[in-house]
């Protein structure tokens, strides 16, 4: 159980939705605006797809992508910590960031759920634990390096960051059966051709015009924008099940933020069956 002194650490209940894909592209890139782009630690490029989505983030998403902002101070350090740890670029944070804007409890048609969006069975093989008491798919931190295993053993397979993306996204056997098809392991040719399905082929630029953003954010209109304060935590153990009602009682504070700071815990107790937790 993650607790700030007494307290278990406060995660964001909004649901945080899907954008709808952007149209055609509006006009062409600078040919001096990738001089001007930050440093980042995966590729970055800038093209008519990367463009689209700038536009779009800068437009019609405009309004869901300041919440997502708002909510990226909160979870990015963790994030990037949890990544460094595992040995992968930090700024594969903004994978969560266009998965789920950054929150625990998004939840999809797919049945993905999480800041990292697992489906039930791609948790599971990643060590998260899913049963009616608890789902770790909602926990940052550990869904974090379920997501950092799986994002390693895709780069490991594909060895290269923007198919790695796709495969998160499509699932690793149909990337590389797309590669398999077109005989070709660069994804903007793969992203022209008809296999893929239209929001794996958006995925890409989707992250890389998130990640631009979120880098710089006044740079393309995204001004006072009012961040949440990053989670910080304490983990402490406990030997026996424990009704969350107590545990407000003893940390002087509500049922109702106990069960906010801890979206894993499903009902009110945590897991009957753990000799620990």
């Given at each position: 159980m993650k607790m700030q002194g007494l307290l278990v650490f406060l995660i964001l209940s909004a649901m945080a939705g899907?954008?709808?894909?952007?149209?055609?592209?509006?006009?062409?890139?600078p040919s001096d605006h990738l001089a001007e782009i930050k440093t980042f630690d995966i590729p970055m490029v800038m093209n008519d797809r990367v463009?689209?989505?700038?536009?779009?983030?800068?437009?019609?998403?405009?309004?869901?992508f300041t919440l997502y902002l708002q909510r990226s101070r909160k979870y990015i350090p963790m994030m990037r910590r949890v990544l460094r740890e595992q040995g992968l670029p930090s700024d594969l944070v903004y994978l969560s960031m266009i998965e789920?804007?950054?929150?625990?409890?998004?939840y999809s048609r797919a049945r993905a759920t999480g800041a990292w969006q697992f489906i039930y069975r791609t948790g599971i093989r990643?060590?998260?634990?899913v049963n009616p008491w608890i789902d770790e798919r909602r926990d940052p931190e550990k869904s974090t390096i379920a997501a950092a295993k799986y994002l390693k053993?895709?780069?490991?397979?594909?060895?290269?960051w923007y198919l790695a993306a796709a495969g998160y996204n499509a699932g690793e056997g149909k990337i590389h059966r797309a590669i398999?098809?077109?005989?070709?392991?660069?994804?903007?040719?793969?992203?022209?051709?008809?296999?893929?399905?239209?929001?794996?082929?958006d995925y890409v630029p989707k992250l890389i015009a998130a990640a631009l953003i979120a880098k710089d954010p006044e740079k393309y209109g995204f001004t006072h924008i009012e961040y949440e304060e990053k989670i910080s935590f304490e983990e402490v153990q406990i030997s026996s099940p424990i009704d969350l009602r107590v545990v407000a009682r003893l940390t002087d504070t509500s049922y109702e933020?106990?069960?906010?700071?801890?979206?894993?815990?499903l009902r009110w107790i945590t897991p009957p069956a753990a000799s620990s937790y």
């Amino acid at each position: 159980m993650k607790m700030q002194g007494l307290l278990v650490f406060l995660i964001l209940s909004a649901m945080a939705g899907c954008a709808t894909a952007p149209g055609p592209a509006l006009k062409s890139v600078p040919s001096d605006h990738l001089a001007e782009i930050k440093t980042f630690d995966i590729p970055m490029v800038m093209n008519d797809r990367v463009q689209d989505w700038l536009e779009f983030f800068q437009g019609r998403g405009r309004e869901r992508f300041t919440l997502y902002l708002q909510r990226s101070r909160k979870y990015i350090p963790m994030m990037r910590r949890v990544l460094r740890e595992q040995g992968l670029p930090s700024d594969l944070v903004y994978l969560s960031m266009i998965e789920s804007g950054f929150n625990p409890h998004a939840y999809s048609r797919a049945r993905a759920t999480g800041a990292w969006q697992f489906i039930y069975r791609t948790g599971i093989r990643y060590g998260l634990t899913v049963n009616p008491w608890i789902d770790e798919r909602r926990d940052p931190e550990k869904s974090t390096i379920a997501a950092a295993k799986y994002l390693k053993e895709l780069y490991d397979r594909f060895n290269h960051w923007y198919l790695a993306a796709a495969g998160y996204n499509a699932g690793e056997g149909k990337i590389h059966r797309a590669i398999r098809r077109y005989r070709t392991e660069d994804f903007w040719e793969l992203a022209e051709r008809k296999y893929l399905k239209r929001e794996t082929k958006d995925y890409v630029p989707k992250l890389i015009a998130a990640a631009l953003i979120a880098k710089d954010p006044e740079k393309y209109g995204f001004t006072h924008i009012e961040y949440e304060e990053k989670i910080s935590f304490e983990e402490v153990q406990i030997s026996s099940p424990i009704d969350l009602r107590v545990v407000a009682r003893l940390t002087d504070t509500s049922y109702e933020e106990v069960k906010r700071l801890n979206p894993e815990l499903l009902r009110w107790i945590t897991p009957p069956a753990a000799s620990s937790y």
